[in-house]
Structures are given as structure tokens and as C-alpha cells.
Nanobody
Framework: QVQLVESGGGLVQPGGSLRLSCAAS????????MDWYRQAPGGKQPELVA????????NYADSVKGRFTISRDNAKNTVWLQMNSLKPEDTAVYYC?????????????????WGQGTQVTVSS
């Protein structure tokens, strides 16, 4: 089985920093794009925050450009999101998503896997 385990969320004051991590484990062959999404309180639609290819090319939502940095280590199947200059509007549950090929029984499949989510709260 494949798992994505996130960590690093918490409560931080405005202007502070947090670093989220997401590690994939299991019978993984390849991981393509790795993304961070967030869902703000109140049932808002999930927002794609940042994305990184397996070659390290990154893209960001306009709302986080210049403040957040996505990075990955392909050997460790891990992606990070460094969040600086945090604002109250960054408060959300953050999820990582990985597009990967993996073994399931005798088959090899490609699918998206999601982490369980980690809460980030920015408040004074």
C-alpha cells in the first residue's frame, strides 16, 4: 500500500514561518508532480498552492508567490512547503498530493494519492 504522511502544521503568529513535509512510502515506482493544496474554513473549494515536477520545476498560486517555497527530494519521496510571512488568510488544512506509479498485487498502476491533511492556523 501507498501512504502519504504529512507533518509540520500548527499555530503561528502573523509574519511567522512554518515548514510542512509530506513523505510517500510503499511500493512506489515513480512520482511525477507533487502538489500542495489547502482548504480554508467554511467549506471553501480546495486551492492549489504550489506544484513541483520530478525535475524540480515549481509553480505557485499568486496568493503565495514570494512567500512560499516548494521543494522535493526524489530519493526520499518527500516534498516540503516552506511558508514564510504567514498571514491569517493562509489559515487552512494543507494537503499534499502525489501523482505516482505503484505496485498493487501483480499490477502497476498510476494514480493520485492524497495525504491526510495538516492544520495551519495563523493568528495572534
Amino acid at each position: 500500500q501507498v501512504q502519504l504522511v504529512e507533518s509540520g502544521g500548527g499555530l503561528v503568529q502573523p509574519g511567522g514561518s512554518l515548514r510542512l513535509s509530506c513523505a510517500a512510502s510503499g511500493s512506489i515506482f515513480s512520482i511525477y508532480n507533487m502538489d500542495w493544496y489547502r482548504q480554508a474554513p467554511g467549506g471553501k473549494q480546495p486551492e492549489l498552492v504550489a506544484s513541483i515536477t520530478n525535475e524540480g520545476s515549481a509553480n505557485y498560486a499568486d496568493s503565495v508567490k514570494g512567500r512560499f517555497t516548494i521543494s522535493r527530494d526524489n530519493a526520499k519521496n518527500t516534498v516540503w512547503l516552506q511558508m514564510n510571512s504567514l498571514k491569517p488568510e493562509d489559515t487552512a488544512v494543507y494537503y499534499c498530493k502525489a501523482d505516482m506509479t505503484f505496485a498493487t498485487g501483480s499490477d502497476i498502476r498510476r494514480n493520485d494519492y492524497w495525504g491526510q491533511g495538516t492544520q495551519v492556523t495563523v493568528s495572534s
